[in-house]
């Protein structure tokens, strides 16, 4: 894109300067609009799977319901509890608002269309995830209440807990890519089995770290089974409960952001990105963009399933399961992949 | 020009946080800043082209270390007055500190205008920045080959050390009762309930 703008007779620095600025605006404002589509979709398929017909009054299909409850939203009042560390209470959404947005900057949409391509795009992406606690843990400290402290702590926890078993099925990936950059990794699944399927998952020795992959990235953006920490049953509504109005708006943005990214992150790291399913010249003609998307939302269907059909784990399970279950499977697959890539001579 | 003006900013935020870690009341506000502080030291990095250190820095202290900071900050009750009041005796011990402080400062400074020292390693070679090889491989070529032995050995230190930590603070506690998961899973319906057609006005046998 900087050369496009250069085209229009600006030097290189103002050109890329403006292209960089597009391009957050290009990512960002669809996102917005996905976030606002993709609430309204999920609460369709909850309503499907309860056989009740869900939002359906606002706009046809009931379509404009989130768009309905933003501007509710936008016209409540803003509460903030006179107990509560002022400064921090309103920082808290906005953190997890920009973190769940920043994470997009690297991944590819389609080939070559990425904001940022740098080296570390896999590391940058677990930076910027593990920074999407501060806004939990924050909101929770900072509301000087009881159950969202409560909260605060569970998610602390969980979210450590589960990095761990993320880093290590991530190097799995990274070992057999051989890189680090996202679309490195993207570039490598092209005709992964026998030259026709581009997908990792179909490798029978990722297809376990891709499963275990979907669970931790679950449990990494609190959703069900492992919503522990807004268990409305225990905690009230968790770290939101103090909330309302727009800081709590800005959390359901930042949430469903981070819902899709993760959503994103198994799409590209174990089912091709942006590639069509089989290495096939007419699937090409459908552009990666929409290949990419429908990856996207096969993952957010799946997300959806579990959240209606899955019961809470107890904290002690959720526990278990990081430390007693992922982190030796995880662990052992470092060994398994590396040594069956030395064996083969698969960077000889 | 961008440069500059990124390092500028990254420098002199990364010392107004650090000193901030120190001025603010609240212990919880320290660690906040703490974290502002490596977030934008990695920054710093970034500006030098070692991305792989910056990455680093914000997983392993934005990501983990202040995470558990802040985890064990939020739950202790702290009393301002109680913090205050020991703010005189500690001023000798201090001091003493800062000056120490001060002294080896002084001292690396003038040592490394002196020269630098050469240590037990031979010199063979450094990982160099450049655009064409990723930092990630330069690093790991230079660890993996030249430093093999030395990167391991501070890897089994670090194996020792967290099954030391382990040892010295895990006691088998007596009396508590642990779930048994395999048995919660294969427990049935039919072994924990029944259904019974009670006769009106007779109690039931549990």
Redesign the interface.
């Known amino acids: 894109m900087t050369s496009f703008f250069q085209n229009l007779g600006m030097n290189y ?1 103002a050109a890329w300067f403006t292209a960089t600025i597009a391009g957050i605006l290009l990512i960002a404002l669809p996102l917005m609009l996905a976030v606002a589509l993709i609430i309204y979709s999920e609460r369709k398929l909850w309503a499907a799977f309860a056989l009740r017909r869900g939002p359906n009054v606002v706009g046809p299909f009931g379509i404009l319901q989130s768009f309905a409850d933003g501007l509710k939203v936008f016209l409540q009042e803003t509460i903030i509890p006179s107990a509560s ?1 002022r400064g ?1 209470f309103l920082i808290a959404p906005i953190i997890t608002f920009t973190v769940a947005l920043m994470a997009w900057a690297v991944i590819p949409f389609a080939d070559g269309v990425v904001l940022s391509n ?3 795009g896999l ?2 992406i ?3 995830s ?2 999407g ?2 806004g939990v ?2 909101a929770g ?1 900072a509301s000087n209440s009881k159950y969202p ?1 409560y909260s ?2 569970r998610a ?2 969980q ?2 807990s589960y ?1 761990v078993s993320i880093g290590f099925i991530l190097i799995c990936v990274v070992l057999w890519a051989g ?3 996202i679309s490195g990794i993207v570039e490598d699944q092209r005709g992964h089995i026998f030259g026709v399927i581009n997908a990792y998952a179909f490798n029978p020795l990722l297809f376990p770290i891709a499963v275990m992959f979907l669970i931790s990235s679950m449990a990494e953006t609190a959703r069900a089974p492992f919503d522990l920490t807004e268990a409305e049953s225990e905690l009230v509504a968790g770290y939101q409960t103090e909330y309302s109005s727009m800081a709590f708006a800005l959390f359901w943005l930042g949430e469903y952001a981070n819902v899709l990214l993760m959503c994103a992150l198994n799409a590209i790291l174990f089912w091709g990105g942006y590639l069509p399913p089989v290495e096939w010249a007419p699937l090409y003609v459908v552009p990666g963009i929409i290949w990419f998307f429908a990856k996207i939302l096969l993952m957010f269907f799946i997300f959806a399933w579990v959240k209606a059909t899955v019961p809470r784990y107890r904290y ?2 959720l526990m ?1 399961l990081g430390w007693k279950i992922f982190l030796p499977i995880s662990l052992f697959w470092v060994f398994l992949v590396s040594g069956y890539l030395m064996f083969t001579g698969h960077f000889a | 020009m961008i440069q500059l003006i990124s390092f500028y900013l990254f420098a002199s935020i990364v010392i107004a946080a650090a000193a901030m870690v120190i001025f603010a009341r609240n212990p919880v506000h320290s660690v906040l800043w703490l974290i502002v502080a490596f977030f934008n030291a990695a920054g710093l990095m970034v500006l030098i082209g070692a991305e792989f250190i910056a990455m680093l820095l914000v997983i392993v202290y934005v990501g983990a270390v202040a995470v558990l900071f802040l985890f064990v900050v939020m739950m202790l009750d702290i009393d301002f007055a109680e913090l205050r009041a020991g703010f005189v005796k500690n001023v000798p011990l201090g001091i003493l500190l800062a000056v120490v402080l001060v002294a080896e400062l002084v001292l690396g400074i003038g040592a490394y205008q002196a020269g630098a020292v050469k240590l037990g390693t031979p010199d063979v070679g450094v990982a160099t920045a450049s655009a064409a090889v990723p930092n990630i491989e330069a690093i790991g070529g230079l660890l993996y080959s030249k430093y093999v032995f030395l990167f391991e050995t501070a890897g089994l230190i670090l194996l020792v050390a967290m099954v030391g930590a382990i040892v010295l603070t895990h006691r088998r506690s007596h009396g508590t009762r642990g779930q048994n998961i395999s048995s919660q899973v294969q427990r049935r319906p039919e072994d924990a309930t029944r259904n019974v057609n009670q006769p009106i006005g007779q109690g039931i046998e549990l």
């Open positions: 620095e560390n921090l740098i080296n570390v590391l940058y677990l930076a910027i593990s920074l606690v501060y843990v924050i400290w402290f605060a702590m602390a926890a979210m450590i990095e890189t680090f950059n002690d399970q278990r």
